[in-house]
């Protein structure tokens, strides 16, 4: 309770179970898709009181900034913990953002009530709301950063930008392709922090990799440390009010100039409900980021099944462009290609060759013809579709996307030119290539390239950098593999055998790499 006016007691809620409330409040006004046009999800009470642990609780004073506030649960979490924790602290600046006009009203609610509970506690607040875009106001800070805040705690909107978004001629210096919004905000939240800042975050996971954010990895990581990442194994639970299926993760980096940490904290839990005992490991740097790469992957293993992995892979010296391999992804794009296109069933004088298609693509076989509606099969040989044919000799091809069915994340299959009679191959953009330019893939390369991006290790390896469903090229370029003669030794085990099943395929490998015991072998 806090004495407001003599004489009158006003009882003053809980600032996290406050804002929760004022939250569950404005959603029944709103819709799903609302939601999902705005990239707005509001963090449960587990995660918001999560991210503010993680701060630190040593200042008197603390600069903090929300840049999509909401209805105000992540800053209202970090400021009961900040007080509840730190005996010293005197005041509290809170500056926050919001675009959306019909949550300012709900907003206000929260810094006022939060305002009185800091109050009662002996602390002075105030507060900045801001009814305006966080980007437009901040983003020139990119070029000329400006140490503002000691806290910043975000849970960002996420949504693919257009090419012809305005935040994107912004933020020119964190685009390396087609942008997610979210990276903008963190991109200008480590600008805007102080020596010494944190910067806490949940956001999805797809950052870790991938052309598309490389040059936000780039910037990002050039200002601040990565300090802890959390992961949630199951992707429905983070945000189950919701409905969201994102695979999101939280993070924390600091600002400090003079220290580079050796080591980085990652905790995994189910879910919420076991998030106050999360499973914690701590790694190694060079481990988790090459800061000498020019990708900067972000490695997450959380299990000591990952780690051994992990640490088997990064020994290995070898990139496709190191065998003289290289990956392309498939360059017939269907609905531009219509007219070249000609279902399984038809007649046809013209001359034509094979489409290989995502379903032709299955592990260790390549399933062709394979007649499914809707699909056409075969691509025109014409003057005017040569640009988007290959040359019909031997890959390995590898989906480019894996669907909620799937249990792996690489598929891959073998490609023999005997499928055809032609001289040409179409293969469709939602399948990568994999070809050795100035010549001819052997039999016992692509047996042996099939089976470890088929194996476990591999797609255990690929879940450790990558969030999300798509196998791009890039990717596989920057993916470490052993040298050519193991390759070559995995395939001719496979072709001896001719046991392309994935058990087996399996165990060949684990015997190659991690030359179990017969009794682990038994487990």
Known sequence: ??????????????????????????????????????????????????????????????????????????????IEHQIESNSELKSVVITAYETDESIILYAEQTLQNLKLWAISKGVELS???????????????????????????????YYKLGKDHISIQQCKELVSGQPNIYSFFLGIGAALLR??????????????????????????????NLMHVHLFDSRRSSFSRDKVLQEVLILKATKNSSYIPTNVMISSSGGMSDLQNPIIKTYDITMVIDSKSTQKVVHIPINDNEEQVLNLVLGWDCKLADLNINISTGPV????????LVDHDAKLEAEFCPLIRLHNVTKMELKYPYKLKGKADKILILKESMPILLPNKDYVLLRRFSTKDDKSRLIAAPYLSAVTQSDFVGIDNAVNY?????????????????????????????????????????????????NLETIKEIGNQIIAENNLSNDRVNEIINNMFFKLTPQQKDK
């Open 434 to 482: 994999i070809y050795r330019k100035n010549g001819t893939l052997n039999y016992d390369e692509i047996m042996g390239l099939s089976a470890l991006l088929n194996c476990n290790l591999f797609d255990t390896y690929f879940r450790i950098f990558n969030g999300n469903v798509n196998v791009s090229a890039t990717e596989l370029r920057e993916m470490r593999f052993p």
């Open 1 to 78: 309770m806090v004495k407001v006016n003599e004489g009158e007691m006003v009882m003053i809620e809980s600032p996290t179970e406050f804002a929760d409330k004022i939250g569950l409040e404005y959603a029944k006004g709103s819709n799903q898709s609302d939601k999902k046009e705005r990239g707005q999800f509001f963090t449960p009470i587990p995660i918001a009181k999560f991210m503010a642990n993680l701060a630190k609780t040593n200042n008197t004073h603390y600069d903090i900034l929300d840049p999509g506030f909401g209805t105000g649960i992540l800053t209202s979490a970090l």
């Open 195 to 224: 020596e010494d800042g944190d910067i806490i975050s949940i956001t999805p996971r797809s950052f870790s990799s991938g052309r598309y954010f490389q040059a936000f990895r780039d910037f990002f990581f050039s200002k601040v």
């Open 127 to 157: 507060y900045k709301l801001i009814s305006g875009d966080f980007i437009a106001s901040n983003y020139q800070y990119l070029s000329e950063p400006a140490e503002n805040y000691d806290i910043i705690i975000t849970n960002p909107p």
């Open 333 to 340: 794009v269907t609905f531009r290609a219509t007219k070249f």
